[in-house]
């Protein structure tokens, strides 16, 4: 019930195509979702968050979609650049009536972007 | 404004000695998570401090893993006698407020590998 499954694991993308990469999620209580960004050697960066309230979130390139009757979240990129190439994280926590504020990583899609 | 901050950097350690893992976290945060990721995978949550206190620990290994956040200082990853096994990226995210909403902001890791 704690996972966060992410897919697919790599994925290569033209110079101004879209990127897109998948969560499904299993508990029900989870409230909040954000993506984070990795380059390697660095520690993770937020990208954007959505909240279960809104379907849709855009941030410049960056779009979260949420399906919450499938349990399902995305991220498309678009316009995918070079420097966007890194790996992605997605990840879900617990905000209101619990204890804790630990955030549930999937296992990442390392993304590259080809010139 | 400093981001989180980390050190070292690197750690090299060999079978059975101690590891000390140090976190700085943001100015006016006080809410301070610990988290590990293995080679290829995603971020594990180990244990979650606010100033003085274990708030979750529900991640971290039974034996030879502590942590702790004093009144003064930065939070410590302590791995005591440490194995193989352990060798990971230790990530340190910091929060400022504990109602749930806030953003967590993540270091640049520490590399501990054990020889």
């Known amino acids: 019930q704690q996972q966060v499954k992410q897919s697919p694991q790599s994925l290569i993308v033209q110079k101004g195509g879209i990127s897109i990469i998948n969560c499904a999620y299993e508990?029900?209580?989870?409230?909040?979702f954000p993506w984070y960004q990795q380059f390697p050697g660095k520690g993770p960066a937020l990208l954007i968050a959505?909240?279960?309230?809104?379907s849709e979130k855009k941030e410049g390139r960056f779009t979260i979609s949420f399906n919450k009757s499938a349990k399902q979240f995305s991220l498309h990129i678009m316009d995918s650049q070079p420097g966007d190439s890194a790996t992605y994280f997605c990840?879900?926590?617990?905000?209101?009536?619990?204890?804790?504020?630990?955030?549930?990583f999937g296992t990442g899609t390392l993304l590259a972007v080809q010139p | 404004n400093a981001g989180v901050m980390q050190n070292p950097r690197h750690l090299v350690r060999r079978r059975g000695q101690e590891a000390r893992l140090r976190c700085s976290p943001m100015?006016?945060?006080?809410?301070v998570y610990w988290y590990r990721q293995l080679p290829e995978e995603g971020l594990k949550f180990m244990v979650y401090?606010?100033?003085?206190?274990?708030?979750?620990e529900s991640g971290m290994p039974k034996e030879r893993f502590s942590a702790e956040f004093p009144k003064e200082g930065p939070s410590i990853l302590r791995i005591q006698q440490v194995v193989r096994g352990d060798s990971a990226a230790y990530f340190c995210?910091?929060?400022?407020?504990?109602?749930?909403?806030?953003?967590?902001?993540f270091g640049p890791g520490t590399r501990l590998l054990v020889l």
């Open positions: 995210a910091s929060s400022p407020l504990t109602s749930g909403q806030e953003t967590q902001y």
């Open positions: 508990n029900t209580a989870f409230d909040y």
């Open positions: 959505i909240r279960p309230d809104v």
């Open positions: 990840a879900a926590k617990r905000e209101y009536g619990g204890a804790t504020n630990k955030l549930i």
């Open positions: 100015k006016g945060h006080s809410h």
């Open positions: 401090l606010q100033k003085e206190n274990i708030i979750d």
